[in-house]
């Protein structure tokens, strides 16, 4: 954590942002009165606004001024092993209140040594402040809506202080379905994007989290590490998706985000934001929009769109940098016409070592079986008919996604949970490889799973795309079932419900501990849930 010196004039006692739905009246400045024996200081709370989303970040900033005509000195309060500077929070999550400070923390988490490591020594002027931010969801989740109530005290070296208290409101509202996007190749720590719709009372504002796979010898799994709102988007926003990515790690490409409103396109990229975003507009709304939107280094962004009929599919391409100095509109950049409408759809790109080719798997119902079709893309957009293969003897399941992966070599997999002909609680997993010019490189293959006890909902199948991993390429499925259990690879005993509401379509992703399922918590949006 850092720390700032500031001098006293710049700091406010609580400082709110522009946009805030809520206003909260001016707090006065209040003079501490140092007790018998102590020395004046003064502990002033910001907060970046008055109302906060449930599971939104909350950095408060806190800053200790010197305001005695002395040079304070006394242990740094906001180094790890500090334990003189607690915060007390209070309200719905904690009723009777709950503190926290570093140490606490760093306590529960294990993260650092705690045994024989003293905080350094502050020599505070007169008239200056000590400043830093504490990271408060972080420390203390608040996770029930309502109205909180934050004090900060220090106890230190003969200082005695207390805050005035800020108050915030935290709302929840109802979280939509998730997306999850990932970065190819980029590795398990590389961090898993999820973007959602919140619709709260009369308004609705588009959030994003990101997720970081922590898993280690103590089995820590996937913890949410940043969670933000977006900004408000108009009513009948729907289909907020985060994009898969090629981008290398601690690469400086921007980073996207993606929803529709009706007949438009409107993604989220430096310098747009959700009331200026970068749009394109479609003749009639789509059929459906191709998942993941695919990113690339370069800064552009490709979506996939299945026209009104769902009989072309067309490529959206979007395009900023850092540095773009103005939102520039979206462009058609590849056409197709497709002789069916496809019952179900997925995007890839290539590895970024094998340049920034997409290839898109279609899925359509064919006389005696599934049609699957590929169509690929040049890194420029340019769109083909590759190849097409029929699924003899499958028939579809509701919502069956088929998962779409290209390894180092250029070869894409394609896999399917398609349901046999004969009997529609026999599922089948159905792989089919492409070559790298998109021709078909072996006939497909077929695999009979568990019969399933009861009707299928949905279905997905993914690949592991996780580098220098003994699964590299697995496949890996799920069946959610009508009555809300999930059947999956690997299952050991009878299928039972995931412990939260799964998010549609399904979405499966490996990571380092195994296979986790996105899910939909009321009241905190997306959740990975171990399978």
Not at 507 to 526: R, V
Request: hydrophobic share 40%.
């Amino acid at each position: 954590m850092s720390v700032i010196f500031f001098p006293c004039q710049w700091l406010l006692v609580l400082t709110l942002s522009a946009a805030s739905p809520a206003s909260t009246p001016s707090q006065p400045r209040v003079a501490i009165t140092p007790p018998p024996g102590g020395v004046p200081m003064r502990i002033q709370l910001r907060l970046p606004k008055a109302q906060l989303v449930t599971s939104e970040d909350l950095n408060v900033r806190v800053a200790l001024s010197n305001e005695s005509t002395e040079p304070l000195e006394f242990p740094d309060p906001f180094r790890h092993s500090d334990q003189s500077l607690t915060y007390t929070v209070t309200g719905p999550e904690y009723p009777k209140g709950h503190d926290v400070n570093h140490h606490t923390v760093i306590a529960r988490e294990g993260t650092q040594p705690l045994g024989g490591v003293v905080a350094p020594q502050v020599k505070l002027g007169p008239g200056r402040a000590l400043e830093s931010v504490v990271p408060l969801q972080e420390w203390l989740p608040i996770r029930q809506p309502g109205r909180y109530r934050l004090t900060a005290r220090l106890h230190a070296a003969g200082i005695e202080a207390e805050s005035t208290p800020v108050e915030f409101e935290v709302v929840s509202g109802k979280p939509g379905p998730a997306s999850a996007g990932v970065m190819l190749g980029g590795g398990p720590y590389s961090g898993v994007g999820t973007v959602w719709l919140q619709h709260l009372e009369g308004r609705t504002v588009l959030m994003q989290a990101v997720f970081v796979d922590e898993t280690d010898e103590d089995g820590r799994g996937v913890s949410r590490r940043t969670s933000k709102v977006l900004g408000p988007v108009e009513a009948g926003a729907s289909d907020a998706m985060a994009p898969w990515t090629n981008d290398a790690p601690g690469g400086e490409a921007v980073s996207w985000v993606v929803w529709r409103q009706g007949a438009s396109i409107l993604a989220l990229a430096p310098p747009a934001t959700t009331a200026a975003p970068f749009r394109f507009d479609l003749e009639a709304p789509p059929d459906r929009m191709v998942r993941p939107p695919l990113e690339t280094h370069a800064g552009e962004l490709f979506v996939p769109v299945l026209g009104a009929e769902g009989k072309d599919l067309v490529l959206l391409r979007f395009q900023s940098s850092v540095e773009a100095p103005l939102v520039t509109p979206g462009k058609e950049v590849g056409r197709v016409r497709l002789l069916s409408a496809p019952l179900a759809a997925r995007a890839t790109l290539q590895p970024a070592s094998v340049g920034n080719g997409i290839s898109i798997v279609l899925v359509s119902q064919g006389a005696g079986g599934l049609e699957l079709q590929h169509v690929r893309a040049t890194g420029a957009g340019r769109m083909s008919r590759a190849a097409s293969t029929l699924l003899r003897g499958l028939s579809a399941l509701p919502d069956s996604d088929p998962g779409v992966w290209i390894d180092d070599a250029g070869v894409v997999h394609a896999a399917l949970v398609a349901a046999s002909s004969k009997n529609a609680r026999v599922p089948m997993l159905a792989e089919v490889r492409f070559r790298s010019d998109g021709r078909l490189a072996a006939p497909p293959r077929m695999t009979p799973l568990p019969e399933l006890p009861a009707t299928a909902r949905a279905a997905v199948a993914r690949h592991c795309h996780l580098p220098h991993s003994d699964r590299a390429g697995g496949v890996r499925w799920a069946v959610l079932l009508e009555d809300g259990r999930l059947v999956h690879a690997g299952q050991r005993g009878p299928p039972a419900p995931p412990k939260r509401p799964v998010a549609t379509p399904l979405e499966l992703l490996e990571m380092l501990q195994g296979t986790f399922i996105l899910t939909t918590d009321p009241l905190q949006g997306p959740v990975f849930e171990w399978l």
